[in-house]
Nanobody, 120 residues
Framework: QVQLVESGGGLVQAGGSLRLSCAAS????????MGWYRQAPGKQRELVAV???????NYADSVKGRFTISRDNAENTVYLQMNSLKPEDTAVYYCNGRIMDRPNIPWDYWGQGTQVTVSS
């Protein structure tokens, strides 16, 4: 079994910064990619940023230039540095990992979510 545990959410004023962390643990053979999604009240869950095992990244247009995703492969941890936060960034942020607990069988795992609230 694989677990993703997030930390780092909270309340911040507009223009401020937060750093989210997500650590994967358990029976991990390899991790293909990790990423962050978010879901605001009344809206669908949306991609924020992803990073592959090779370090390639992809961002939602709404966060480009403000958010940075990074990972520590040795620690199976992914980070999301969020700068210049806006009220519209308020959401529950979920960590996602495409992880194999055995060769050639990847599964999508999700963290429990962490609340990010940006006040105006």
């Amino acid at each position: 079994q694989v677990q993703l545990v997030e930390s780092g959410g909270g309340l911040v004023q507009a223009g401020g910064s937060l750093r989210l962390s997500c650590a994967a643990s358990g029976s991990i053979f390899s991790i293909n990619r990790m990423g962050w999604y978010r879901q605001a009240p009344g809206k669908q869950r949306e991609l924020v940023a992803v990073i592959t095992s090779g370090g390639s990244t992809n961002y939602a247009d709404s966060v480009k230039g403000r958010f940075t995703i990074s990972r520590d492969n040795a620690e199976n941890t992914v980070y999301l540095q969020m700068n210049s936060l806006k009220p519209e960034d308020t959401a529950v942020y979920y960590c996602n990992g495409r992880i194999m607990d055995r060769p050639n069988i990847p599964w999508d795992y999700w963290g429990q979510g962490t609340q990010v609230t940006v006040s105006s």
